[in-house]
């Protein structure tokens, strides 16, 4: 493929990713260009996957259609990755991969974690939903690390906690919106504790109080995340630090709108994400306490 196809290819990433991870967008607006379109990259094959097993009907129509899909979907990559790619995109993201050096063995993972969209609809215990976290989170952090260029290899874990806060903040937002894939990624054993049932719709006291208990616990992902962020160069720490910056703040705004996570979607509004950037390139990313 042409450099000029892979040019498009990353293009059409980084047209995802600010259409529909404007969080990210903002973040990576503070990398060099070189790392960039790499972080577009990795957003974007997660955003295709997504798009894939939370269409209309995946899960709650022709599943057996769904499956197809994505089995097509992960051998168009498997061709990109072995020199092959069907698509500028996809040659993007496999240039990505080699030239970052990302494990392709985060890729089972991913992959493994779109499958279970399409056949788990909800988790037992918050061990349970880590497993499917695994995957579709912590793995995320790992693609993204080669490409921030940690300074020591105690990055890891910070950067797997900082994939797990985020996806655990879009459970928590999207609550009503997983409803209508029937989908729960709240752990039922934490629901049953307080009487809370999503399925109700209602922001009742119980509701209330397992919300934030799960807002406590996704504030303790960002705080482990953000220990990490003084072990990346600066660019890459004014990006992290940045994005877990706005993407934290997103619990603030679910907690002024009382818990209701059904009427509408929590979101920090795009002047606060401006200020915040450019706060991040004037003085730098807050640093862990």
């Not at 022709?62 to 990755?81: E, H």
């Given at each position: ?61 022709d599943v057996a259609a769904t499956t ?51 056949s788990v609809t909800d988790y037992a ?113 004014r990006c992290v630090g940045t994005a ?46």
């Amino acid at each position: 493929m042409s450099g000029t196809d892979l040019d498009a290819g990353y293009a059409e990433c980084a047209r995802l990713t600010r259409a529909y991870g404007t969080t990210y967008y903002w973040g990576t607006a503070l990398l060099p260009a070189p790392q960039r379109r790499h972080v577009y990259a990795v957003y974007a094959l997660c955003r295709l996957a997504d798009d894939i097993v939370d269409a209309d009907g995946a899960t709650t129509g022709d599943v057996a259609a769904t499956t197809s899909v994505l089995a097509r979907f992960r051998a168009g990559f498997d061709a990109a990755i072995a020199g092959d790619p069907p698509d500028a995109v996809l040659a993007a993201i496999a240039h990505t991969v080699h030239e970052a050096g990302i494990d392709t063995e985060c890729f089972d993972r991913f992959f493994g974690a779109m499958e279970m969209d399409l056949s788990v609809t909800d988790y037992a215990t918050w061990e349970d939903l880590c497993g499917y976290m695994e995957g579709s989170a912590a793995v995320i952090g790992e693609m993204m690390l080669p490409i921030l260029e940690p300074l020591t290899a105690q990055a890891f874990e910070p950067a797997r906690a900082l994939g797990l806060a985020f996806q655990l903040t879009n459970f928590l937002r999207d609550v009503g919106e997983d409803l209508g894939r029937g989908r729960v990624y709240l752990p039922t054993d934490d629901l049953a504790r307080f009487g809370a049932d999503p399925w109700r719709r209602t922001v009742d006291q119980p509701w209330r109080e397992a919300m934030a208990f799960e807002i406590g616990r996704n504030r303790e992902l960002y705080a482990l995340a953000r220990t990490g962020v003084p072990m990346l160069p600066p660019a890459s720490a004014r990006c992290v630090g940045t994005a877990l910056d706005l993407y934290s703040q997103i619990l603030d705004r679910i907690e002024a709108r009382g818990y209701d996570v059904f009427s509408g979607r929590a979101r920090v509004p795009t002047w606060r994400k401006a200020v915040t950037t450019a706060g991040a390139l004037l003085l730098g990313p807050r640093r862990a306490a």
